[in-house]
C-alpha cells in the first residue's frame, strides 16, 4: 500500500480566515514533505518533516505553519492568506528523509483564496 | 535558475510506438532521480527511478535512461498507450545534503493517440 490521504480535497476560503490541510500516511514512512503546485507550474518545496521534526523550511512564509502530530499525520495550518496563495498544495512521504528513496504523493488539495 | 528542465512541453505518439521523454539539469551533484505521471487535479505518480551509480532501470513498459557526462535522462515507454496520456515530470535529489529535496522539472505532457 502506497497511499497517502488528503482532505479537504478542495477549499475556499478568504483573507481572513483559518483552515487546516491534513496528510495520513500509514506505510511507516519517517518523512512526510509539503509542496504547492500552481497551474502549469512544477511541485515546490515548501517543508519537510523527518521523524517528526521540522527539518527544512523553504522560507515559507508564516502564515503557512506546518504540524507533524505524530508520525503518520501532518497538518498544514493557514491563516491570512493571500489570493496568491491560490494553487494545489501536495503532502508527500518517504521511507527517510536522508536516503535516496521514492516520494509517494497524495492526490492534492486545490486551494482557491478570495 | 531551473536546475532540472525539460524541454519539450508537449509530445505526440501513436499507440503502440515508442515515447521519449527528455530531462536536463545543471546541478553535478544530484545523485538520483525520478519520473513522476500527473493527471489534471491529482498528484503525482511515481513511474521509475535511477541512481547515478547506474545508467539504465527498467521496469516492465518503462525504461530510464541516464548519461550523467552530458547531466540528461530520459525515460523510454514501449509500447505506448492511450492511458499514458498525461504530464510527466523528472525529479531530482542531491542525497548527500541529508534531506532529500526534490527538484521538479517542468514537465512534459505526452498524449497518445488511438
Known amino acids: 500500500d502506497t497511499e497517502v490521504t488528503q482532505t479537504p480535497k478542495h477549499l475556499v476560503m478568504g483573507m481572513t480566515n483559518k483552515k487546516s490541510l491534513k496528510c495520513e500516511q500509514h506505510m511507516g514512512h519517517r518523512a512526510m514533505y509539503w509542496y504547492k503546485q500552481k497551474a502549469k507550474k512544477p511541485p515546490e518545496l515548501m517543508f519537510v518533516?523527518?521523524?517528526?521534526?521540522?527539518?527544512i523550511n523553504e522560507s515559507v512564509p508564516s502564515r503557512f505553519s506546518p504540524e507533524c502530530p505524530n508520525s503518520s499525520l501532518l497538518n498544514l495550518h493557514l491563516h491570512a492568506l493571500q489570493p496568491e496563495d491560490s494553487a494545489l498544495y501536495l503532502c508527500a512521504s518517504s521511507q527517510e528523509a536522508g536516503s535516496p528513496g521514492t516520494q509517494y504523493f497524495g492526490p492534492g488539495t486545490r486551494l482557491l483564496v478570495l | 535558475d531551473q536546475q532540472v528542465k525539460q524541454n519539450s512541453p508537449s509530445l505526440s505518439v501513436q499507440e503502440g510506438r515508442i515515447s521519449i521523454l527528455n530531462c536536463d539539469y545543471t546541478n553535478s551533484m544530484f545523485d538520483y532521480f525520478l519520473w513522476y505521471k500527473k493527471y489534471p487535479a491529482e498528484g503525482p505518480t511515481f513511474l521509475i527511478s535511477?541512481?547515478?551509480?547506474?545508467d539504465k532501470n527498467e521496469d516492465g513498459r518503462f525504461t530510464v535512461f541516464l548519461n550523467k557526462s552530458a547531466k540528461h535522462l530520459s525515460l523510454h515507454i514501449v509500447p505506448s498507450q492511450p492511458g499514458d496520456s498525461a504530464v510527466y515530470f523528472c525529479?531530482?535529489?542531491?542525497?548527500?545534503?541529508?534531506?532529500?529535496?526534490?527538484?521538479f522539472g517542468t514537465g512534459t505532457r505526452l498524449l497518445v493517440s488511438p
Open positions: 525529479a531530482a535529489s542531491e542525497t548527500n545534503t541529508g534531506f532529500q529535496k526534490l527538484v
Open positions: 518533516y523527518s521523524y517528526e521534526k521540522l527539518s
Open positions: 535511477i541512481s547515478s551509480i547506474k
